[in-house]
């Protein structure tokens, strides 16, 4: 009855089109524009976003996957899930990763089916707890939720953020590498339950800086393959 009257008082409005009925209409949800997956190092053409050969590193990202690209009805889902507290967008921008996959089966899914037994986990990437507290909530950690359940996966908190950096967005590539050197380490919850294979999760893929750099982190604490799971690049 009170979601019933709060939707007639503030009727939801798409954040692509501002039609009124949903927070993110079938339209511009059709309207989010695929792109080819990339290695995550090179950032060259590569088949289901696999780390190529030649790039591979000891403490390198295994692969990456994006939903589509960082433009149109999808950056502005993304912004208003961050910075508006739209909390509704993560379960629809999740749902429709989800049927992406079921449709397309991507290279990344074959390998946590493959390796389900071994152990799959999904690890957010962590804000600092001023700005976490700030905003309310990590978006990262809620999409990161989300996924494990809906994948039947582990979650884990298992990286923690000891200093506060400036905002990446605000940066251009060399600084975004130097602003995050250093800035996470292993959290207790990792230590306690530690799995070979991560499913690392932030919102958006710009340089990748961060990503690489929470890889390093978790790799060199013993993960064995990570990759980084995004919804934008």
């Known amino acids: 009855m009170t979601n019933w009257i709060l939707d007639i008082l503030f009727p939801k ?28 190092r090179c950032e060259r053409l590569a088949v289901g976003g696999q780390t190529h050969p030649v790039c591979r590193r000891k403490y390198g990202l295994d692969g990456l996957w994006s939903l589509g690209i960082y433009q149109d009805s999808l950056r502005s889902a993304i912004q208003q899930l961050k910075y508006k507290g739209i909390k509704d967008l993560a379960e629809i921008l999740m749902d ?60 884990c908190d298992g990286l923690k953020r ?48 961060t990503l690489r750099e929470c890889c390093w982190i978790l790799k060199r604490a013993g993960a064995k393959k990570v990759w980084a799971i995004t919804l934008a690049r």
């Open 96 to 155: 429709i990763t989800i049927e992406y996959w079921a449709k397309y089966q991507p290279f990344v899914l074959d390998q946590i089916k493959k390796d389900q037994g071994v152990g799959w986990v999904v690890i957010p990437v962590p804000l600092y707890w001023w700005r976490a507290n700030s905003r309310g909530f990590n978006q990262s950690s809620l999409i990161g939720q989300i996924l494990s359940k809906k994948l039947g996966l582990g979650y």
């Open 13 to 40: 409005k798409c954040v692509g089109c501002g039609k009124e009925g949903s927070y993110f209409c079938q339209n511009c949800i059709r309207d989010i524009k695929q792109t080819d997956l990339v290695c995550p």
């Open 162 to 209: 000891i200093r506060y950096t400036r905002s990446q967005a605000k940066l251009k590539g060399k600084q975004r590498k130097q602003n995050i050197s250093g800035a996470f380490e292993i959290s207790s919850d990792y230590t306690l339950s530690p799995k070979p294979y991560t499913l690392l999760i932030d919102d958006v893929w710009t340089t990748g800086s």
